[in-house]
């Protein structure tokens, strides 16, 4: 398929004439802020996890409710190593390609599982663990094949122009209205039996926060590489605005997620759907993209392997304990009592 606009590969944040070992040590320093952020992103589920956990048994609060886990030193220091995390995320696109970097945040997933067994004596069974390797390996099936989105053009009125055009208006307003209709309408009636529903919530908002955030992120570098300031400019406060609600939005209903839900399920799930959505998002920005039909029919694999693991991390999820195995008696009570507090706060609701 072909762009029907300017498309291009071209990184802002790196010059196309750096020497050879240069660039092999930008490459390095890329890969491993990235290895960073998947360290830092992956342990603040387990931390945030914690601290909603402590929460509800310091106030008596109902798991879902509420906001007294703003009170808890162990969640703000999850909430801590996600902003770093996200920050070594967003410093390593500057020093290598997106191919790399995005790929890496896998590294959450797996991070989060392993921690959240130790610290949180969340278990996974065997089909739970073959449907988070089949998210991953669909995620990172997609994110190889898709083709790489780019605008030459940096300033803040090129990015205005993209997210002016019609498809992309129509898309934020099915997100938008989608996210309504799962707040408002499926939320009270499944939102705390199916755990889809925050965190497809979650996934829309987010791909709209990537984009403003890369937008705004292309106005900074280009008004420090350039001297030309783009914040004199009505727009980018506009973009401002809205990646500051996008990203409080985000922030609310994944810990509604987390709160209500293993974390070992939460963070393959959201991880999987936030991504497809992002490079739907991206691809729809751009206004077309340039791919081969392997890739394409490759996309479409990846999305159905996607589809196929969040299906076997669901069944797992309802699976019956005694049917995994023997586990030891600590489990079990942690397993019982979380589920007469969830089954309690349903009835509650």
Not at 163 to 184: D, H, P, T
Not at 298 to 303: D, K, P
Request: proline fraction near 3%; charged fraction near 10%; charge should be neutral.
């Amino acid at each position: 398929m072909n762009s029907t606009t300017n498309n291009g590969t071209a990184n802002p944040f790196v010059s196309a004439n750096i020497p050879g070992d240069q660039a092999g040590l930008y490459k390095g320093i890329g890969v491993a802020l990235a290895v960073a952020s998947g360290l830092f992103i992956g342990s603040s589920f387990v931390f945030k996890k914690k601290g909603l956990l402590q929460s509800i048994e310091r106030s008596g609060g109902v798991a879902g409710e509420g906001y007294s886990y703003l009170k808890s030193t162990m969640w703000w220091t999850g909430m801590i190593l996600m902003i770093v995390g996200e920050l070594c995320n967003f410093i390593a696109y500057a020093f290598t390609q997106a191919i790399l970097v995005t790929p890496l945040g896998a590294l959450a997933v797996v991070i989060s599982a392993v921690l959240s067994s130790i610290f949180l004596k969340e278990r996974l069974s065997f089909q739970g663990k073959v449907g988070c390797l089949q998210c991953i390996l669909g995620a990172v099936m997609i994110i190889l094949h898709a083709p790489e989105q780019s605008s030459a053009d940096t300033t803040i009125e090129a990015f205005k122009n993209l997210v002016l055009s019609v498809g992309f208006l129509v898309y934020v307003g099915l997100a938008v209205a989608l996210s309504l209709i799962l707040i408002f309408y499926c939320g009270p009636r499944w939102g705390k039996k199916n755990m889809l529903v925050y965190i497809t919530v979650c996934s829309l908002i987010g791909s709209i926060s990537v984009v403003f955030t890369q937008g705004l992120g292309s106005a900074i570098v280009h008004s420090i590489s350039t001297g030309e300031n783009q914040f004199t400019s009505w727009f980018v406060y506009l973009v401002l605005g809205i990646t500051v609600v996008t990203l409080l939005t985000q922030i609310v209903y994944l810990n509604k997620a987390l709160n209500l839900f293993n974390t070992a399920l939460v963070t393959p799930t959201y991880y999987v759907i936030f991504t497809t959505m992002t490079i739907v998002s991206s691809i729809v920005l751009y206004r077309g993209f340039e791919a081969s039909p392997v890739a394409v029919v490759t996309c479409v694999l990846g999305f159905l392997t996607i589809c196929s693991g969040v299906a076997l991390l669901h069944h797992s999820k309802s699976q019956p304990s005694e049917s995994r195995g023997m586990i030891n008696p600590n489990e079990k009570i942690l397993e019982d009592d979380e589920k007469i507090l969830r089954e309690s706060s349903i009835e509650d609701y």
